[in-house]
């Protein structure tokens, strides 16, 4: 069974923080994303990788980074907490099929946070 | 840019009545796949299916099918004989052949009386 980790389900920080959202998958999929979940928005793509390294920016990047060091982890940076930062994040890896698209996403259970 | 609607926020039935999902989409691309996930209370989202823009067939898995039209951008799911165990958020996705981009819908919520 693939297997996603996030380091922590819950989390709260405080505004102006630096914050760390560790995703660690467990079978060697080259595709990794992070997203942020909020009512009625559904989920939107903040950032995504496609190998070690490598980094390509989603829909809603401004706020973030991202570091991919080693295959299996994709670590999201918040540089400086804001409020409206305060919502659901999930990770997702993939294989890298060699067909575009066609790959089936492996969620983790999500991290919530809440920026004060 | 493409475009994935849910128009349906929230959905409510009793157990053992049928129930569908709607999904719409928008591409300019010739090519692309459709998906439906489950993201029941625990937060996890699971993939359910997985449709290219070639295969127009219908599926069904158990309680489960699902009709994709190409006609009218649509990809629907329906739940036959509903069980309280469906109840979840249900997101339909669109992802495209160039750079893999998934775009989700805003997901319906689905609760399953008893």
């Known amino acids: 069974d693939v297997k996603v980790t996030q380091s922590s389900r819950y989390l709260v920080k405080r505004t102006g923080e630096k914050v760390f959202l560790e995703c660690v998958q467990d079978?060697?999929?080259?595709?990794m994303f992070w997203y942020r979940q909020d009512p009625g928005l559904g989920l939107r793509l903040i950032y995504f990788?496609?190998?070690?390294?490598?980094?390509e920016k989603g829909d809603i990047p401004e706020g973030y980074s991202v570091s991919r060091e080693k295959k299996e982890r994709f670590s999201l940076i918040l540089e400086s907490a804001s409020t409206n930062q305060t919502s659901m994040y999930l990770c997702?890896?993939?294989?890298?099929?060699?067909?575009?698209?066609?790959?089936?996403?492996?969620f983790g259970p999500g991290t919530r946070l809440l920026v004060l | 840019a493409q475009k994935v609607t849910q128009a349906q926020t929230e959905i409510s039935v009793v157990e053992k009545e049928d129930v569908t999902l709607d999904c719409v989409y928008e591409?300019?691309?010739?090519?692309?796949?459709l998906f439906w996930y489950k993201q029941p209370p625990s937060g996890e989202l699971v993939f359910l299916i997985r449709?290219?823009?070639?295969?127009?067939q219908n599926e069904i898995s158990g309680r489960y099918s699902w009709n994709f039209q190409k006609s009218t951008s649509s990809f629907n799911f329906t739940i036959t004989a509903s069980q309280v165990v469906d109840s979840a958020v249900y997101f339909c996705?669109?992802?495209?052949?160039?750079?893999?981009?998934?775009?989700f819908g805003d997901g319906t919520t689905l609760t399953v009386k008893p």
């Open positions: 996705a669109l992802t495209n052949t160039n750079a893999g981009k998934s775009t």
């Open positions: 449709r290219n823009s070639f295969d127009e």
């Open positions: 079978m060697d999929h080259e595709n």
């Open positions: 997702a890896s993939s294989f890298n099929s060699g067909r575009v698209g066609q790959e089936t996403q492996y």
């Open positions: 990788s496609y190998d070690v390294k490598m980094k």
């Open positions: 591409t300019r691309d010739t090519t692309y796949y």
